[in-house]
Structures are given as structure tokens and as C-alpha cells.
């Protein structure tokens, strides 16, 4: 069975995604906006569960047109949680708990 590898990131720019991941940094900055700075992986669940309904909802339609779309917003969510995620990680204590 041949082992598949990661493409080579030099190989394959992905401009739209890094934008994407870019506008999520500046809402969720300092000065940026408040509702986005105010989130968290709690309050985000209902809008990851909606956006996961309504792309099984284009795949079973065959919407080929808002897959794509949902896809995005879905893919949008995960982005959002991963971020949320990385900061919360940035601010924990770098030292082992004592057991």
C-alpha cells in the first residue's frame, strides 16, 4: 500500500484559507470585536451544531453549490474553536501540575 506524505506547503499556497484565518485574528484582537473577543467553545456549540446540520443537509441533497458553502461555514467554526483553543493555551502556566 503506498504511504501517503503531506504536500510540500511551498507546493500549495492556500490564499483564501490563510485570509480567512487572518480576519479571525483581527476580529478576535484586542480592539477587535467585542462579540467574537467574548466567545467560547460553550457558547460557539450551538453555532457548529447548526452549521454541521446544514451541510449534511446539502450533502444529502446533492447541493453541490451549498456544500461548498457549507463547508466553508463549517470549516469557519472550527477555525473560531482552534483559535480559542491556541489562546487558551498561550495563557495557561507553562509549569506541571504537582501530583
Do not use: K, N
Request: net charge negative; charged share 25%.
Amino acid at each position: 500500500m503506498a504511504r501517503m506524505t503531506a504536500p510540500d506547503p511551498q507546493l500549495a499556497p492556500h490564499p483564501q484559507l490563510d485570509g480567512l484565518i487572518a480576519t479571525l485574528e483581527r476580529l478576535r484582537a484586542p480592539g477587535g470585536c467585542a462579540w467574537d473577543r467574548a466567545q467560547t467553545h460553550e457558547s460557539l456549540v450551538r453555532y457548529l451544531v447548526e452549521e454541521s446540520a446544514e451541510l449534511v443537509e446539502a450533502i444529502e441533497a446533492g447541493d453541490r453549490d451549498e456544500r461548498i458553502e457549507e463547508l466553508g461555514d463549517v470549516l469557519y467554526q472550527v477555525l473560531f474553536h482552534a483559535d480559542i483553543a491556541r489562546e487558551a493555551g498561550s495563557s495557561r502556566s507553562t509549569t506541571s501540575p504537582s501530583t
